[in-house]
Each structure stands twice: as structure tokens, then as C-alpha cells.
């Protein structure tokens, strides 16, 4: 797999670039909905801010912007067919996202985004009409920036890049947020019409591929000294809400040995998880929340709540774990005399990164980083990524950068501006080794 450098990746460039990213990192940090913290969520006033900030890095380099009918930023730079630009060439879709989870860090997603723009800055050309373009690339590239992959606001992750996948759910318009505002008042607030929502969805032929650049939300690159890796899936998930149902009865008055305590056995679930799941090989098992009632400091709890995260690097996998912890369950709540049951509200297939896709970010990185073995690390993503979406019309690759101590979803995130000019280098080197691909 061979290609022809381009000036434009020189150090200095590549690393002005690296600072360029840093710095808007730190910009979009301060549109947030909490002072002292970063949140920005769907169809917030602080969505539509970083939209605009978006679009005007977009022209900056060049490239034509909209904004769709799901509230995804995208910018498209053509290619040049037989000496002019081709605006129904198809694309390479390189982006991430720009929403938050409360209280967030500073580079889940946003990194990807602004990188995907230094690629462009650093691959255009002047056009023979006098705009930019990608000469001698043979397809357009289209920097996108996803507006909802986190689902904080109405706890339905991937609505942004679903539109664009065309598989949104018309149901999804009666979800609420905390406040009790529908999605589809939100939308009508922020200025799209529900109604035209599929206008959103991408063809398969209009689209190469997708790649994306992530943080690591983990630290195996950092425990193994390297910077970057070759993303060889996204983790399959399920998510269940559980309940536990025993008897309410008097603190004081009630022996061990008559209480059926749905808060002690949904405890010990917890931890039958954190036992099964360390017994396997990349499936793990998260209990996030975790709720009792009545709720009062001199009853036994009589119901209890709580979720359910499970993630595996294969389906089979994850299903056989799922299958394991039920089977646990029926022990742990008979010996109780509790009964249990579950809901599931999500269940996502793994999706694997193209092996091209692959290929040519193992090329990237290998261009990057001239001391790079000749097989760079290749990790799979127990994290979720739009690219689940994305995966149902295009074939999908990603780029991992170390994160320090792998802290994710917290102010500590970090990357560094040395890890981001590689992760520039490496993902600009990519495109070049995917244009000269026979198509």
C-alpha cells in the first residue's frame, strides 16, 4: 500500500494543526450549560453555539456547510473530475460528535471533529474554478460533527447519526427530557420540522466510508507506551433495567431470618456481575444505578431497581454472559425468596471496522510514526461510537489516541497535543492510502 507524501504534511504543519485543536478544544469548553463544568446536550442553546462555531471552522478550510434536518453539522469539500469540481461525487465521511455527558471532559468526540478539519486543511487545493478541493483524491470528503451520540437529554444515545443512517424511529419524538419537553418540542424549538427528518438519511452510494479519530476511553495505549492504535470494533451492547420485588415490613421488628430484603438481593446481583464478567474475556458488566423502595431509613427495602450495562467485544459473547448472570440471578433471589425480573431497553450488535478501513489506518499510523512496528496495536471499542449508526449504510474504521490513565467521561480526560499532531499525521495518511485504493 503505497502513496505520494503531499508537502502539505510536513512537522510544522502537522503540528500547528495539533496546537489548532488544542485550542479550540479549550473554546468549545466554555460553551456549557453549567458554569464551572462542561454539558452541552441536544437541541440546547449550547448545540446551536457550537453548530455555528463549527460551520465557520468548515469555511475556513474551504469547504461548503449546512446544517440537516437532524441538527448534525456537516461540511463537503469536492473532488476534481477531468479538471472540475464534482459535486455529486461521493464521499469520505470523517468526523465525530460535540455533544457532553454532565460534567464531561474536553475531548470525547470534540477531538475527532476538529481533527477531521486539520486533515482537510492539510490535503486541500486550489480548485481550477479558484475554491478549495481535494485534488488528486477521487472522492469528496465531508467533515461531520454529530449532534447527539451521547443521549444525555432524552436517554436515547445516536439520534444524530441514526438520522443520517436512516433508521430513525418516528417514536423516538415522544421521548422527554428531565424537564418533561417531548424530542419533537425540542426540535420544533431549535428550529427543524420533524416532518423532514428523512431528509437526514445518506444513500450507501454517496458515501466511501466513514472514519473517525477517539480518544481512548480506557488506558491500554497508555499502559503500553504507544500513542495510537488501529480500532477493530465497536463493543456489541444490552442494557436492562431490573427490578427486585420482596416485602416491606418494620426495621425494628422484623428477625433476619422472615426478611426478604429486595435491596440485599439486588446488591448481591451487583456483585455477581463484577464476578462473572471478570471471569470472561472482554464482556464487562456495569450496574450504574441502583434505587430502593420505599426508601425509608426503618423499613426493609420491599422493591428495588437497578440498571444493567453489558458489553462484548462479540454478541455471542455478551448473550452467553447475559445468559450466565440470569441463571445467577434465579439462585440468588430463590434463596431469598425475592422474585426478579428484567427489561431490556437496548441491545446494539458489535460492528466490526472494515478490514480495509483497517488497512489503511494501519498504513496511517505506520506514515505517522516511522518507528512504528510493522502491525501497530489493534484494540477493539468497549465504548459506544456514532459509528454503530454509521455502520448500517458504509463501511466504518476508527483511530484511538492514548488517553492518560484512560479517564473518560470526567474534567481529567486528557490527550496530549503530541498524540493529536500523530493522530493528525496518521489519519491524513490514511485518506491518502484509502484514495489510492482501486475503487
Given amino acids: 500500500m503505497t502513496r505520494t507524501l503531499l508537502p502539505d504534511l510536513t512537522p510544522?504543519?502537522?503540528?500547528?494543526?495539533?496546537?489548532?485543536?488544542?485550542?479550540?478544544?479549550?473554546?468549545?469548553?466554555r460553551v456549557t450549560a453549567t458554569p464551572g463544568e462542561i454539558e452541552r446536550?441536544?437541541?440546547?442553546?449550547?448545540?446551536?453555539?457550537?453548530n455555528r462555531l463549527a460551520a465557520e471552522w468548515m469555511r475556513e478550510v474551504g469547504m461548503s456547510t449546512r446544517q440537516d434536518a437532524a441538527g448534525n453539522q456537516i461540511g463537503r469539500l469536492d473532488a476534481i473530475h477531468?479538471?472540475?469540481?464534482?459535486?455529486?461525487?461521493?464521499?469520505?465521511?470523517?468526523?465525530?460528535h460535540l455533544d457532553t455527558v454532565p460534567d464531561a471532559g474536553r475531548f470525547d468526540g470534540i477531538v475527532?471533529?476538529?481533527?477531521?478539519?486539520?486533515?482537510?486543511?492539510?490535503?486541500?487545493?486550489?480548485?481550477p474554478d479558484g475554491e478549495s478541493s481535494l485534488s488528486p483524491l477521487p472522492f469528496a470528503i465531508e467533515v461531520v460533527a454529530f449532534s447527539d451520540e451521547e443521549g444525555t437529554r432524552f436517554g436515547k444515545a445516536l439520534l444524530g447519526s441514526s438520522a443520517v443512517a436512516g433508521t430513525w424511529n418516528d417514536d423516538w419524538w415522544q421521548l422527554t427530557d428531565a424537564d418533561g419537553t417531548t424530542l419533537r418540542q425540542a426540535a420544533l424549538e431549535f428550529g427543524l420540522d420533524p416532518g423532514r427528518i428523512g431528509e437526514a438519511a445518506r444513500r450507501p452510494d454517496e458515501l466511501v466510508g466513514y472514519l473517525e479519530a477517539h480518544i481512548e476511553q480506557g488506558p491500554e495505549l497508555d499502559r503500553r507506551g504507544q500513542s495510537l492504535a488501529v480500532v477493530s470494533s465497536i463493543a456489541s451492547a444490552r442494557r436492562f433495567q431490573l427490578v427486585v420485588e420482596g416485602e416491606a415490613r418494620h426495621a425494628g421488628g422484623t428477625p433476619y431470618d422472615m426478611r426478604h430484603d429486595a435491596l440485599l438481593g439486588a446488591s448481591e446481583a451487583a456483585l455477581a456481575v463484577e464476578r462473572i464478567c471478570r471471569g470472561e474475556h472482554h464482556v464487562i458488566g456495569t450496574v450504574g444505578q441502583l434505587e430502593a423502595f420505599p426508601g425509608a431509613v426503618n423499613i426493609v427495602p420491599g422493591e428495588a431497581h437497578f440498571s444493567l450495562d453489558l458489553r462484548g467485544e462479540f454478541d455471542g459473547e455478551r448473550d452467553r454472559v447475559w445468559d450466565a448472570l440470569s441463571r445467577d440471578l434465579d439462585v440468588i433471589m430463590g434463596r431469598r425468596g425475592l422474585r426478579w425480573r428484567a427489561r431490556e431497553v437496548h441491545n446494539a450488535p458489535a460492528v466490526m471496522c472494515a478490514p480495509l478501513l483497517?488497512?489503511?489506518i494501519r498504513a496511517g499510523i505506520r506514515g505517522a510514526l516511522p518507528d512504528a512496528p510493522d502491525d501497530p496495536a489493534t484494540l477493539f471499542s468497549p465504548a459506544g461510537h456514532d459509528g454503530m449508526s454509521i455502520g448500517a449504510i458504509t463501511d466504518v474504521g476508527m483511530?484511538?489516541?492514548?488517553n492518560p490513565d484512560g479517564i473518560s467521561h470526567h474534567p481529567d480526560e486528557a490527550v496530549s497535543a503530541a498524540d493529536v499532531a500523530l493522530g493528525i499525521r496518521a489519519l491524513a495518511e490514511s485518506v491518502l492510502h484509502l484514495a489510492a485504493e482501486p475503487r
Fill in 12 to 29: 510544522d504543519r502537522v503540528a500547528a494543526a495539533a496546537r489548532r485543536v488544542m485550542a479550540r478544544c479549550d473554546e468549545l469548553a
Fill in 41 to 50: 446536550v441536544y437541541l440546547s442553546t449550547e448545540h446551536a453555539r457550537v
Fill in 82 to 96: 477531468r479538471g472540475a469540481s464534482d459535486r455529486d461525487a461521493p464521499a469520505l465521511m470523517i468526523g465525530s
Fill in 358 to 360: 483497517q488497512d489503511v
Fill in 112 to 127: 475527532g471533529v476538529l481533527m477531521a478539519l486539520e486533515v482537510v486543511r492539510l490535503l486541500r487545493v486550489p480548485g
Fill in 399 to 402: 483511530l484511538f489516541l492514548r
